[in-house]
């Protein structure tokens, strides 16, 4: 049985029990008092319900008894009035054990849940520490499985790999290893054995090209200078005129062939990312004027035009800068007609200075403009052979462009003219320039 206290009645005992609860029914006494509740032990701290706490207690008396009966909003439990024998309080206990029986089953029922979570929880977790070992497990299995018989396969796959990869040489890069689609473990490593194979082959055959190339380029020149010499040998020694054609023509090719031994160390030079660049600010405007008075005094069968912008500035090797500027302009008068134009123009667009070369010449076929810049490259070898040239300063020009993170674009029609616009970094003119250097 579990007490609780209700309230203090102002009620002066003065007879035994019995006269006590006889006044109270007289009086049709009423318990003012509403507890909140009744305090149960912890596992099942639960307060009475709402309706209980709210409802007015009164009390009713037995004739003959120390207890009273009452029902409280259709709810009846019991109440014993105790009088002490001196004092001036009563004290109203209440019996609730019918209320307790009622949170047993449901304490009953909860714990079974409970049990039944707790079990529920082993049971999942033992499902996820099964899956996460799952690989393990495999891997045990595959190696319990491997035997003689299953290795032999791929030891004999390995064997064929080897032995055509042995056959694949300098003179025959066109072998490739072929794998059926069941080596699912042997065909990604064919794969990028052959891209390397093609990788190397497209190298070599670009190197076999451009030693052709140059080999062919210094024949001529030889053979011109071997003839005159034989030349020398049979009639030059008592003509002078044959002596001076000779000795001219020698010198001549002589150049070419220094021309073209001195751009082939360039080449390699900058394949081979050795070559320093001297890099300083550049006013453009100032380098084509020069460029353009130096080429008006060497080719005075041209007209030359040059519109620039003084406030046009880059960063850069000068020399080579001016080089590849020089290139572009020399390509324009080779195939430029007579009494024809050549133009360089200066001007800023952006992020980028650019410089224009623009010409009257013959142009340029649709289907060779994709190839002007590769080695060796010419359009047509029997003009190449009338206007000289190696056929490698293009590709000299687009290389000092591209080191210097500019781009060249060319615009040619035949027998109009061909543009060639080249676009560098532009920087800010030299006293803005001279601050961000210092940090002032």
Do not use: C
Request: net charge negative.
């Amino acid at each position: 049985m579990l007490s609780l206290f209700a309230g203090v009645l102002g009620y002066r005992a003065e007879s035994y029990l019995a006269n006590a609860a006889k006044t109270m029914a007289e009086q049709d006494y009423i318990i003012e008092e509403k507890p909140e509740g009744v305090k149960l032990p912890k596992i099942l701290n639960v307060p009475f319900p709402e309706h209980m706490r709210g409802a007015i207690r009164q009390v009713i008396t037995e004739p003959g008894t120390d207890s009273f009966g009452e029902n409280l909003d259709g709810i009846k439990y019991r109440v014993w009035v105790a009088l002490p024998d001196q004092g001036s309080y009563y004290a109203v206990e209440y019996n609730i054990g019918d209320y307790l029986s009622v949170f047993l089953p449901a304490l009953f029922v909860t714990m079974i849940f409970e049990l039944l979570f707790f079990a529920g929880s082993i049971g999942k977790g033992a499902k996820a520490m099964k899956r996460a070992l799952q690989p393990i497990a495999d891997l045990t299995q595959s190696a319990k499985n491997i035997n003689t018989t299953q290795t032999a396969q791929p030891i004999a796959q390995l064997r064929d790999l080897t032995g055509t990869i042995d056959t694949i040489n300098a003179t025959d890069l066109d072998t490739r290893i072929s794998i059926s689609s069941d080596q699912n473990e042997l065909k990604d490593l064919a794969g990028a054995i052959n891209g390397m194979l093609d990788r190397i082959n497209e190298a070599y055959r670009s190197q076999i090209r451009f030693v052709s190339d140059a080999s062919h380029e210094l024949r001529t020149p030889i053979a011109v200078i071997q003839g005159y010499a034989n030349l020398l040998d049979r009639w030059g020694k008592n003509d002078e005129e044959a002596l001076q054609e000779s000795i001219e023509a020698i010198k001549s090719e002589a150049d070419n062939m220094k021309d073209l031994v001195e751009q082939l160390l360039f080449l390699a030079r900058g394949d081979n990312d050795s070559m320093q660049l001297s890099m300083e600010e550049i006013n453009l405007s100032e380098l084509v004027a020069e460029i353009m008075r130096e080429t008006v005094m060497i080719d005075p069968n041209h007209e030359f035009k040059s519109k620039t912008d003084s406030n046009v500035y880059t960063i850069g090797d000068i020399q080579l800068i001016k080089q590849a500027i020089r290139i572009f302009i020399d390509n324009s008068v080779k195939y430029t007609p007579y009494d024809g134009a050549i133009s360089v123009t200066t001007s800023r667009d952006g992020d980028y200075a650019k410089v224009v070369v623009q010409d009257t010449g013959i142009g340029i076929p649709p289907q060779d403009i994709p190839h002007v810049f590769d080695r060796f490259f010419r359009a047509d070898d029997s003009r190449a052979r009338k206007t000289g040239g190696t056929g490698l300063g293009l590709s000299i020009a687009k290389w000092i462009i591209d080191r210097h993170r500019g781009t060249v674009e060319i615009l040619s029609r035949k027998d109009i003219g061909t543009r060639i616009i080249i676009s560098l970094p532009v920087i800010a003119p030299p006293s803005a320039w001279s601050k961000l250097q210092t940090g002032k």
